[in-house]
């Protein structure tokens, strides 16, 4: 059996493939800590209860993404109102599920369970305007209010569970760089690299699904992305995203040979167990021209010193204006993070069950970091008609000391030789 049907078979036999019947103690007790300080957030802010339709949102206080309204409150213990799969769910969450066999039902089942209904909290950042007035019509004498915010300010702070699940998916993600150095040879088709490198993921136990919360950010993994087209800004928000296959895509490899002496740069994001780790690293067969050179050295050298400052109290926009101001001194600032008008506006992003999660080092961020946020820190350099370089790795903040590494494979930029022999 080759070695990759192997690690497949240790990850079934250490995680299962069913749900989460026997969920597991570190599980449970996190879901109840995560919606005991939302209800205390709702309470502070006034809010009688919050309805959570969102998939992930659901995922990360019941543990389910099945169909419903989960009902948090600081009244009384959450309910799950399940529209679908109630057997299902009642295996998979440790909260009451209630069967709902229509949405206009669900009012008096919220009464009649003890919740009080004169604010209502939604998540305003992701939900459609018809099911916002549906709400509206359901709960005519309510206000409604937009929790999205604290629900994704309590979300960036990961608890121990949820760092070891991050770790995971890091090391699913330094596998499958392992596995593009092993795949890059001159004439290789850069789209069939990303396919290869995609299936090598999935049998590390990457998912496959990869979720945003971003709206129209769709966003598929992993990112080959050679010469020119590389350098071609994709429709999301982001530093690099390619040209694609096709308009229809509008990200990822072209479907073009890959020849010496130009930039490779391999964005890669991967989910293991709903959790994401992302990573970027600049591969380049024979040598990179001295400009790109110089730009995937200078992106290394961002990155060491964020990590750096990455320690409790650091004020979040302090490491975008750092970066910026250092690629500025060093004549790249036109470069940086994107080309002209296409540049980002962030140098990294929380990652967690989603691949855009709070913190956003921005110029303008609000508030300092954390201890348990994990961010993807992303400094890369564009230059149109050639191609695009550098670096990106996920990061723990932790309580003391620098910040830990979750993406580890060497920085590069990581030269192969032109005749293809290792």
Partial sequence: MRESGKQMLQFVRDHGTGGQEGMSGPLEQDLKERCARLARALGEAGTDVALLQQSIDKYYFAGTVQQGFLAVGAEREPI??????????????PWQVVALE?????PALLAAAGFSTGCVGVEGDVLPWQLYRQLERMFPDSRIEDVSSTVRALRQVKSEFELGEIRAAGAAWAEMMQETGRLLRPGANDHEISIRVDAHGRLQGGQGLMRTRGFNFDYFAPHVLFGPPGAVPAYFDGPTGGEGPHPSIGQGSRGIAIEPDGPILCDYAVAVRGYVADGTRTFVIGELPGQLQYAAELAIDILAEAEEAMHPGTEIASLFQRASRRAEERGLGQHFLGFGPDRARFLGHGIGLELDEFPVLTERAQGVLEPGMVIAVE????????????????????????????????????????????
């Avoid at 799950?80 to 969450?93: A, D, Y």
């Fill in 102 to 106: 229509r949405p206009k039902d669900l």
């Fill in 379 to 422: 400094p890369k350099f564009v230059f149109p008609g050639i191609g695009a370089v550098g670096v990106e790795d996920s990061f723990i903040v932790c309580s003391s000391g620098p910040a830990e590494v979750l993406t580890h494979f060497p920085r590069g930029p990581i030269t192969l030789p032109r005749d293809g022999v290792r």
């Fill in 80 to 93: 799950l109102f399940c529209r679908k799969g109630v057997e299902r769910t009642q295996r998979e969450t």
